[in-house]
């Protein structure tokens, strides 16, 4: 069993940057892969982006392309999200996830370790 902790949300204005970090614990070695989800009110739960464990291989959803920056640090258990350029849109809680997808980053089965998420809110 993995455990994350996110931390790092919070309010901040359209235009700004907010720093995402999740810490995990526990079987480390049993997944090869993080990353982040979110999920606003009333909508689906939706891809954000992940990171290889290993290798340090960033994916990241359309919409996170050339705002975001998905880092992670496997001598402290921490993957991190760089957001830039906050939208509105963007308000949401955003949740970080280990697993072993295998391809498939952008599914949220794919991963087996959710955190408990972070609200982040974006005022306009």
């Known amino acids: 069993q993995v455990q994350l902790v996110e931390s790092g949300g919070g309010l901040v204005q359209a235009g700004r940057s907010l720093r995402l970090s999740c810490a995990a614990s526990g079987s480390i070695f049993s997944f090869n892969a993080m990353g982040w989800f979110r999920q606003a009110p009333g909508k689906e739960r939706e891809f954000v982006a992940a990171?290889?464990?290993?290798?340090?291989?960033?994916v990241y959803a359309g919409s996170a392309k050339g705002r975001s920056t998905i880092s992670r640090d496997n001598a402290k258990n921490t993957v991190s999200l760089q957001m830039n350029s906050l939208k509105p849109e963007d308000t949401a809680v955003y949740c970080c996830v280990a697993g072993n997808p295998i391809g498939s980053y952008s599914i949220g089965r794919a991963y087996n370790n959710w955190g408990q998420g972070t609200q982040v809110t974006v005022s306009s």
């Open positions: 990171i290889t464990w290993s290798a340090g291989w960033p």
